[in-house]
């Protein structure tokens, strides 16, 4: 491994993987993780049911994670949340 893949490797490692999400995704994500239903939440931002399915496709996708369960878990690791 070179210099710049050493580099690149460790500051994806110190770097947060919610700092790649945006702020709607970071909304929808604490109401996820809150409990709350894409109805529910879909009545709190004005938005489609079908738009926060698709909001929790998508920031499943960008953090690597394929449940629920497991989304709470990342929310407490990076303080997005507390118990």
Do not use: C, F, N, W
Request: no cysteine; net charge positive; hydrophobic share 50%.
């Amino acid at each position: 491994m070179d210099a710049v893949s050493a580099v690149l490797l460790i500051d994806e490692v110190v770097t947060s993987p919610l700092e790649r999400l945006s702020s709607r995704e970071i909304q929808v994500l604490k109401l996820v993780v809150e409990g709350r239903t894409s109805k529910e939440i879909a009545r709190l931002l004005g938005v489609l049911p079908t738009t926060v399915d698709t909001y929790r496709s998508r920031l499943m996708t960008k953090l690597q994670v394929r449940d629920v369960p497991a989304l709470v878990r990342l929310a407490i690791r990076h303080g997005l949340i507390a118990l």
